[in-house]
């Protein structure tokens, strides 16, 4: 295929062997512009850096003979992680087991500590429940470039946001944390090792990677582990690929490489023509573009014939939360459809147990709830706090249809080459594509601002918008974003 004018561009400024960054829009052909880099030099040595193991699988088919492609977990491995594979294939551990063999009451001593809430409210805090926020430090940590762990890591659960509940939280959290990573450091440790174990300790070494140069996908997403390593490689030419406006992990710590790189120096280049949908469908996701900030604007393929409409009978229904999908879930089964959710419904099964588990009086060392000490303190959240607007969908959901059947909605979905319908989260929609896409309801227009009376939306959402709508090729029904057009102001 001969290059667009913007993909030739691309190919020659490679050829000045700056560092470049290549902004590169929804279905613009980003992987195939990499191609042609490596193809154009065919004496340089190329390492692709893929998202996920099946990208760089498939990137290694297509790919020509100079370049190798690898995820960032597989280069670590092969440095430093084969010493520990003998760790990665031990058994589940639960909290309450991993607290046992750490020895946390020996660190933060015996019995069970307290903490005040953001309410007010006192939250227990056993042993097993610090254990988890130690493990849950230790995996924020990993995704970062800091040296060491610190209070900044302890992620930020409903309920326990506010600082002086995180210092309480610091206090008891830390200690444990920092002695787990001693432990995850020795080839006898006894707790649980996991992937991005050894890439942090990987990135602490300072490796330096042979070859000419790098090519980093998805950098809007990049962890700073991983763009450190790259932005480490003063020898070679860094080319960092992504789309800013598809920045969506930020809450897990992702951040945007190809801003870094911009700022550092590098060239800036843009990939604006999609061929995944027509003038319509990018009509829709400029408006998002807009919202977002970006001075990106995509131009829809004209061979592909898209509109915005109704849809009666969608491929695929986006939603924004995991309890929105789970509605449409319902939804669908009541009505005999047959249903796949991406990603599987564990991860629904295993917030419907929690809620579960505080209806009935206990406690819940799941990520969402464990701030809470009961089901009525999640309604209260959900209700009164600008933070608890996520939890409002999940609030309703396991109200109205009660958390068993949830549970058994999970266990009646079906693989998607089975499905009628595929239901997903627009953040694991990311990377797919289908031909007619309903964005559910869930994604909700912000109040106005009570000062200004303007309608303020966080950036985050707008990008996630933008990624939703961005991933039908035919037809795209976005009447639940008919509010873009009443945005008036975008918070950070």
């Given at each position: 295929?001969?290059?667009?004018?913007?993909?030739?561009?691309?190919?020659?400024?490679?050829?000045?062997?700056?560092d470049?960054?290549?902004?590169?829009?929804?279905?613009?052909?980003k992987?195939?512009?990499?191609k042609?880099?490596?193809?154009?030099?065919?004496?340089?040595?190329?390492?692709?850096?893929a998202?996920?193991?099946?990208?760089?699988?498939?990137?290694?088919?297509?790919?020509?003979?100079?370049a190798?492609?690898?995820?960032?977990h597989?280069?670590?491995?092969?440095?430093?992680?084969?010493?520990?594979?003998?760790?990665?294939?031990?058994?589940?551990?639960?909290?309450?087991r991993?607290?046992?063999?750490?020895?946390?009451?020996?660190?933060?001593?015996?019995g069970?500590?307290?903490?005040?809430?953001?309410l007010?409210?006192?939250?227990?805090?056993p042993?097993?429940?610090?254990?988890r926020?130690?493990?849950?430090?230790?995996?924020?940590?990993?995704?970062?470039?800091d040296?060491?762990?610190?209070?900044?890591?302890?992620?930020?659960?409903?309920?326990?946001?506010?600082?002086?509940t995180?210092?309480?939280?610091a206090?008891?959290?830390?200690?444990?944390a920092?002695?787990?990573?001693r432990?995850?450091?020795?080839?006898?440790?006894?707790?649980?090792?996991?992937?991005?174990?050894?890439?942090?300790?990987?990135?602490?070494?300072?490796?330096?990677?042979?070859?000419d140069?790098?090519?980093?996908?998805e950098a809007?997403?990049?962890?700073?582990?991983?763009?450190?390593?790259?932005q480490?490689?003063?020898?070679?030419?860094?080319?960092?690929?992504?789309d800013?406006a598809?920045?969506?992990?930020e809450?897990?710590g992702?951040n945007?490489?190809?801003?870094k790189?911009?700022?550092?120096?590098?060239?800036?280049?843009?990939?604006?023509?999609?061929f995944?949908?027509?003038?319509a469908?990018?009509?829709?996701?400029n408006?998002?573009?807009?919202?977002?900030?970006?001075?990106?604007?995509?131009?829809?393929?004209?061979r592909?014939?898209?509109?915005?409409?109704p849809?009666?009978?969608?491929?695929?229904?986006?939603?924004?939360?995991?309890a929105?999908?789970?509605?449409?879930v319902?939804?669908?089964?009541?009505?005999g459809?047959?249903?796949?959710?991406?990603?599987?419904?564990?991860?629904?099964?295993?917030?419907?147990e929690a809620?579960?588990?505080?209806?009935?009086?206990?406690?819940?060392?799941?990520?969402?709830?464990?701030?809470?000490p009961?089901?009525d303190?999640v309604?209260?959240?959900?209700e009164?706090?600008?933070d608890?607007?996520d939890?409002?969908?999940?609030?309703?959901?396991?109200?109205?249809?009660?958390?068993?059947?949830v549970?058994?909605?999970?266990?009646?979905?079906?693989a998607?080459?089975?499905a009628?319908l595929?239901?997903?989260?627009?953040?694991?929609?990311?990377?797919?594509?289908?031909?007619?896409?309903?964005i559910?309801?869930?994604?909700?227009?912000?109040?106005?601002d009570?000062?200004?009376?303007?309608?303020?939306?966080r950036?985050?959402?707008?990008r996630l918008?933008?990624?939703?709508?961005?991933?039908?090729?035919?037809?795209?029904?976005?009447?639940?974003?008919?509010?873009?057009?009443d945005?008036?102001?975008?918070?950070?």
């Open positions: 295929m001969d290059p667009t004018p913007e993909q030739a561009e691309a190919i020659a400024a490679y050829g000045d062997g700056t470049l960054v290549l902004q590169a829009g929804a279905g613009c052909g992987s195939s512009t990499l042609m880099i490596a193809k154009a030099d065919p004496r340089a040595s190329m390492l692709y850096v998202y996920n193991k099946s990208i760089a699988a498939d990137a290694q088919k297509s790919f020509p003979g100079n190798s492609c690898s995820t960032a597989s280069l670590a491995f092969r440095a430093i992680g084969k010493d520990f594979a003998h760790r990665l294939n031990g058994p589940r551990q639960t909290a309450h991993a607290a046992q063999l750490l020895g946390v009451s020996d660190l933060i001593g015996p069970v500590s307290r903490i005040t809430g953001d007010g409210e006192v939250v227990a805090m042993s097993k429940r610090i254990m926020y130690a493990l849950e430090t230790i995996a924020a940590w990993c995704y970062s470039a040296p060491e762990v610190a209070a900044r890591h302890i992620p930020r659960k409903p309920g326990l946001k506010k600082a002086a995180v210092q309480q939280l206090e008891l959290v830390l200690p444990v920092r002695a787990a990573w432990d995850l450091l020795k080839p006898d440790g006894v707790l649980k090792f996991a992937h991005d174990h050894y890439l942090k300790m990987w990135q602490l070494g300072g490796p330096k990677l042979d070859t140069v790098v090519l980093l996908d809007q997403d990049t962890n700073d582990v991983l763009a450190a390593v790259v480490a490689q003063q020898h070679a030419q860094r080319i960092v690929v992504g800013s598809q920045q969506i992990y809450w897990r992702a945007d490489a190809l801003a790189f911009a700022a550092d120096g590098a060239q800036e280049l843009t990939l604006s023509q999609s995944r949908f027509g003038p469908i990018a009509e829709a996701a408006a998002w573009l807009y919202v977002v900030g970006t001075a990106l604007r995509l131009k829809g393929f004209e592909v014939e898209s509109r915005l409409g849809l009666a009978d969608p491929d695929a229904v986006l939603c924004r939360t995991n929105g999908a789970m509605e449409v319902l939804d669908a089964l009541a009505h459809v047959r249903v796949a959710l991406v990603g599987g419904g564990s991860d629904m099964k295993r917030l419907a809620a579960a588990a505080l209806q009935a009086g206990h406690d819940t060392d799941h990520p969402e709830l464990c701030g809470f009961s089901w303190a309604r209260q959240y959900a009164e706090e600008a608890g607007a939890l409002r969908v999940l609030v309703r959901l396991v109200d109205t249809h009660g958390p068993a059947a549970v058994a909605a999970t266990e009646r979905l079906v998607e080459d089975q009628q595929v239901v997903s989260t627009a953040h694991r929609s990311k990377g797919r594509e289908w031909p007619r896409v309903q559910h309801t869930d994604f909700r227009a912000p109040s106005p009570p000062v200004t009376g303007l309608a303020t939306v950036r985050e959402e707008a918008a933008y990624v939703a709508v961005t991933r039908a090729r035919e037809v795209l029904d976005d009447r639940a974003l008919a509010w873009v057009d945005v008036k102001a975008v918070a950070a």
